[in-house]
């Protein structure tokens, strides 16, 4: 009984003189804050939200060679998924193309097989700018869409020796015309959906090199000068 009496005495001195702590302590949080966080100055916060977003960057040890593990770019028209297959594989699909059309096509660049197949090959996916960064065997690829919706895969570090294809591939049963102009390679082709319109043009734009066309499928062959880089812009600018 003593015990408990004596018990009963501490915590209500304790209570007692945490009253006056904690009100003393509610005075000065505004100015502790102020003293204390970066976030919050001059009455509003200030974050670095570059590089708070950053730190959730999605970090890839091995190339994703399965499509189960692709990068999502996109700008919120034209989304690209982006895996190792064959080097380099895209899938673009539109925001208007869904739930009825299919995707607007898939590019390849066998060429990226050095550089992902290489043991020091490594890359992130930048989540505040949206670019997915490789490399690897002393080449690097850096890879965005942009909002004139084009997916850039700007290319360094590349053999000046060897020649470099890019291949774009539509879905069976399309049959799309392939052509040529310039620097520009494309696949077009409208058709009759459930009775509604439609139309694709799939284009490739090469910064180095006139494109060859094969076949139903826009190549490109690049060598690329003394620098080795190289500027690859597919892109899909329309469905309806």
């Not at 004596?6 to 502790?32: D, E, G, N, Q, Y």
């Not at 730190?55 to 692709?70: D, E, G």
């Not at 869904?98 to 550089?115: H, N, W, Y």
């Not at 069976?172 to 694709?200: F, K, N």
């Amino acid at each position: 009984m003593k015990n408990a009496r004596s018990l009963f005495r501490i915590l209500s001195r304790r209570t007692a003189f945490s009253i006056p702590m904690v009100a003393t302590l509610l005075c000065l949080a505004p100015h502790l804050a102020d003293a204390q966080t970066t976030a919050w100055s001059a009455g509003s916060f200030n974050v670095d939200v570059p590089n708070v977003v950053r730190r959730s960057n999605i970090v890839l040890a091995q190339a994703n060679v399965s499509p189960y593990t692709s990068m999502p770019l996109g700008n919120g028209t034209l989304g690209a998924a982006v895996w190792a297959a064959n080097g380099f594989t895209a899938q673009l699909n539109r925001g208007d193309t869904f739930p009825d059309r299919k995707s607007p096509g898939q590019v390849t660049i066998p060429g990226l097989s050095a550089m992902t197949n290489a043991s020091n090959f490594s890359a992130y996916l930048d989540l505040y700018d949206g670019t997915l960064y490789e490399s690897g065997g002393g080449m690097t690829a850096t890879i965005y869409v942009t909002q004139n919706n084009e997916l850039v895969v700007d290319v360094t570090g590349a053999n000046p020796s060897v020649s470099q294809t890019v291949q774009g591939n539509l879905w069976s049963p399309r049959s799309p015309t392939a052509a040529a102009s310039g620097s520009i390679a494309t696949l077009a082709e409208t058709w009759q959906d459930s009775g509604t319109a439609g139309a694709v043009l799939l284009s490739a734009r090469f910064s180095r090199s006139r494109p060859a066309v094969r076949a139903s499928q826009p190549r490109s062959s690049i060598r690329p000068p003394s620098s080795s880089n190289s500027h690859l812009i597919p892109s899909a600018p329309s469905e309806w």
